[in-house]
């Protein structure tokens, strides 16, 4: 094989695995709406782009937020209550194999929020994962941290703590998704 056709395969590689990622995605967003135990807080999915920088051109962190219907809607359309985040994580330097990482962010000011998210607020829910915005105890399967500082807390709109667990993403099936990934909120809602 030359690396042509090991360009090309690669390539065909990560279309697929890109289709698998959206499929994981539509159905978690489908089954939120039909539950209603947890609701979409954004219709898209926030990931980073660059046209700067290389690593930016290829999606490996893909995210969602929820929250718990329960919570009391606030006028600026956010619940009064933690963001539920499912991360996609494809990315090779922050786990040996592609991840779900569901977790729980709790803030102190939801209600003083602007409506809404961009795509682009990525950084807002992927930085304090990885980025040693959080002092994180546990193991990498269940975690969980407070902010390290206020001056973080303030940058990441009033980021308390973190709670999580981290799924091997092949071990998501449509028969299990709906139990492993919002089982997985529910088991973290008093923690």
């Given at each position: 094989m030359n690396s042509g056709?090991?360009?090309?395969?690669?390539?065909e590689i990560v279309a697929e695995t890109y289709e698998n990622v959206n499929k994981l995605m539509s159905y978690c967003q489908e089954a939120a709406a039909e539950k209603g135990e947890f609701?979409?807080?954004?219709?898209?999915?926030?990931r980073r782009k660059s046209d700067n920088e290389v690593d930016g051109w290829l999606v490996k962190s893909f995210i969602l937020l929820f929250q718990h219907s329960n919570?009391?809607?606030?006028?600026?359309?956010?619940?009064?209550?933690?963001?539920?985040?499912l991360e996609i994580n494809l990315n090779p330097h922050d786990y040996d194999k592609p991840t779900a990482n569901i977790a729980k962010f709790v803030y102190n000011n939801v209600?003083?929020?602007?409506?809404?998210?961009?795509?682009?607020?990525?950084?807002?829910?992927?930085?304090?994962?990885?980025?040693?915005?959080?002092?994180?105890?546990?193991?990498?399967?269940?975690?969980?941290?407070?902010v390290s500082?206020?001056?973080?807390?303030?940058?990441?709109?009033?980021?308390?703590r973190i709670v999580?667990?981290?799924?091997?993403?092949?071990?998501?099936?449509?028969?299990?998704?709906y139990e492993?990934?919002?089982?997985?909120?529910?088991?973290?809602?008093?923690?």
């Open positions: 056709e090991n360009i090309h395969n690669a390539f609701v979409l807080s954004s219709p898209k999915f926030l919570d009391k809607l606030l006028k600026n359309q956010w619940r009064n209550g933690p963001i539920y985040v209600n003083s929020w602007e409506e809404g998210v961009s795509p682009a607020h990525h950084r807002i829910f992927y930085d304090p994962l990885y980025y040693d915005i959080v002092e994180f105890e546990g193991e990498e399967s269940a975690y969980s941290g407070q500082n206020e001056v973080y807390s303030d940058r990441y709109w009033g980021l308390q999580g667990i981290v799924v091997p993403l092949i071990s998501i099936m449509r028969e299990n998704a492993t990934i919002f089982g997985g909120f529910r088991s973290l809602i008093d923690k």
